[in-house]
């Protein structure tokens, strides 16, 4: 029925010729009222009942039954239940997160659809949808007796961003569906800040030297307080050359009497403890040079060639000065 139409019933006995003629009293029954909704008295063999102006609240199982004015405690038995629904919406679902609204890639997001708890609903199968906005089908459903259902999207992307919502329909009456509840906006972060590695010593080193690396993460005020995990990365090594856990937002790596083996790119990535999975880009790669022991020796001989030639010319110099100079010349 439509909100504010009119609701009749007629209540009937079975006309028996050995019921003796006398006054009748018909009741209409609700389920879940403890008392009749309304009565009639009247010799006849049957009684109409209506209820004006129906509401949601009138929709429920109705029943009938009477007695006799002869001996009012002789009660009928009940009849069959007619079930009445109004046509309005049912009442509007309750929506909410079980995790939160702002959400790293990577992460599970979990929503609860929660219908009222009406006594004047029949106990049935309800069926939950999960919506989004923008997607003309529902994303989820689920079919319950309970008062609610739970709805999850696993490993989350930035494409699950959105204003999502809920609504439900009973198995009596699927044409009849709720409203749908207020929306929730979701948002998903993509891929953390990418970090800054910088060297605390020169690029180009030699043999025996330490290496200082520092890697820091962008400082971030959406960032969660947690556990921060820095990765050493040297380009054409399958594994990190060394890990560091911290709450800060940077870290010092060190590489210790480096040899000509050490030379290469080296990088560095983080994560957090909170979502091991949402990891940042790699920094931008530092080309780091160590020089070979042996042309560093060359070098060094080469130097001592160059200063020794130079001071043997300084003193050729100063000899070819003192012949200029002299009283002989």
């Not at 209540?11 to 019921?19: N, W």
Request: aromatic residues 10%; proline residues 7%; contains cysteine.
């Amino acid at each position: 029925m439509g909100p504010g139409s009119n609701m009749t019933f007629k209540c009937k006995r079975p006309e028996h010729d050995a019921l003796i003629p006398q006054e009748w009293t018909y009741l209409l029954l609700k389920e879940g009222d403890p008392q009749p909704l309304q009565n009639q008295t009247t010799p006849s063999s049957w009684a109409y009942f209506s209820l004006l102006f129906v509401t949601t609240q009138d929709s429920g199982n109705y029943s009938c039954k009477y007695f006799g004015s002869k001996n009012p405690q002789r009660e009928s038995e009940a009849s069959t239940t007619l079930e009445i629904w109004e046509k309005g919406s049912l009442p509007k679902p309750t929506f909410s997160a079980e995790t939160a609204l702002i959400m790293a890639t990577g992460s599970n997001m979990t929503f609860e659809c929660k219908r009222q708890d009406n006594d004047a609903l029949v106990p049935q199968l309800w069926t939950y949808l999960l919506l989004k906005e923008g997607n003309a089908r529902p994303l989820q459903k689920q079919v319950t007796i309970r008062s609610w259902a739970y709805f999850t999207l696993q490993f989350v992307t930035t494409q699950d961003s959105g204003n999502y919502s809920c609504k439900y329909f009973g198995s009596k009456n699927p044409q009849r569906e709720s409203e749908a509840s207020t929306a929730l906006v979701i948002r998903v972060k993509g891929p953390l800040p990418k970090p800054l590695l910088s060297v605390e010593t020169v690029l180009i080193m030699a043999p025996g030297s330490n290496l200082t690396l520092k890697c820091k993460r962008p400082e971030n005020d959406a960032l969660i307080p947690q556990q921060w995990t820095y990765l050493l990365l040297k380009e054409g090594n399958p594994q990190p050359l060394q890990k560091q856990i911290t709450s800060s937002s940077w870290v010092y790596f060190s590489l210790l009497i480096v040899t000509a083996q050490d030379s290469g790119n080296y990088s560095c990535k983080y994560f957090g403890s909170q979502n091991q999975k949402r990891e940042p880009e790699a920094s931008s790669a530092l080309d780091i040079r160590v020089k070979d022991s042996i042309q560093t020796a060359y070098t060094v001989i080469n130097l001592t060639r160059i200063i020794l030639a130079a001071l043997i010319l300084a003193v050729t110099v100063m000899l070819l000065n003192n012949d200029c100079h002299s009283p002989r010349s």
